[in-house]
């Protein structure tokens, strides 16, 4: 991890500011979805990308019934349905 020489307050509501520089960089612009991970005694922030619930596959990812899935297993599942 590369830190960015950002020092930030917590507000008295949980909140902090990420500065423009490092959301014009990687990207990120007001709405867009945030995943929040925990890594040991790290926090990392990362652009939210859907994941298959199956495999955790980031490719081909699409939403069925308010879940996703790749494109892989939806394959793997159609094959399961031919044989059962």
């Not at 509501?13 to 990420?18: A, P, Q, T, W």
């Not at 959301?23 to 945030?34: F, I």
């Not at 159609?78 to 044989?83: I, M, P, R, T, V």
């Amino acid at each position: 991890m590369k830190p960015a020489g950002v020092v930030r307050k917590v507000d008295q509501l949980g909140r902090i500011v990420l500065p423009k520089s490092l959301r014009k960089r990687y990207q990120m612009n007001e709405g867009d979805p945030v995943e929040i991970l925990v890594q040991g005694d790290h926090i990392i922030l990362e652009r939210y990308r859907p994941k298959c619930v199956f495999c955790g596959s980031m490719d081909e990812v699409s939403e069925f019934k308010e879940r996703y899935i790749c494109g892989q297993c939806q394959m793997d599942m159609a094959q399961l349905q031919k044989h059962a």
